[in-house]
């Protein structure tokens, strides 16, 4: 059974770092597309970063573009998003989803797997 575990979230202070880790259990990390997204309360849920399982191509939200770096370790079954430079609006539930190859578009509803999402509060 496919499950993803996230981990890393907590509250940090203004310009504070945080590194999120998805764990992926019951499947081959190396043939899935893998993407982080939020959601806020009162918001959408939204695309943060994404990585492809081709090439490792990655995109990135214009907002946290040079503060986040998405990475991935198909040995360790592991996704991480190391977040610097946090922000009060970074704030909100981030979720590790899933899918089967793909490129790295970064889009709700292509991605079929997702973990139960984790707290990420950023204090002013």
């Known amino acids: 059974q496919l499950q993803l575990v996230e981990s890393g979230g907590g509250l940090v202070q203004f310009g504070g770092s945080l590194r999120l880790s998805c764990l992926a259990k019951g499947f081959t990390l190396r043939y899935y597309t893998m993407g982080w997204f939020r959601q806020a309360p009162g918001k959408e849920r939204e695309g943060v970063s994404c990585?492809?399982?081709?090439?490792?191509?990655?995109t990135y939200l214009d907002s946290v573009k040079g503060r986040f770096t998405i990475s991935r370790d198909d040995a360790k079954s592991t996704m991480y998003l190391e977040m610097n430079s946090l922000k009060p609006e970074d704030t909100g539930v981030y979720y590790c989803?899933?899918?089967?190859?793909?490129?790295?578009?970064?889009?709700?509803?292509?991605?079929?797997?997702w973990g139960q999402g984790i707290q990420v509060t950023v204090s002013s």
């Open positions: 990585i492809s399982s081709k090439d490792n191509t990655q």
């Open positions: 989803a899933a899918r089967v190859n793909g490129d790295a578009t970064c889009v709700t509803e292509r991605f079929g797997y």
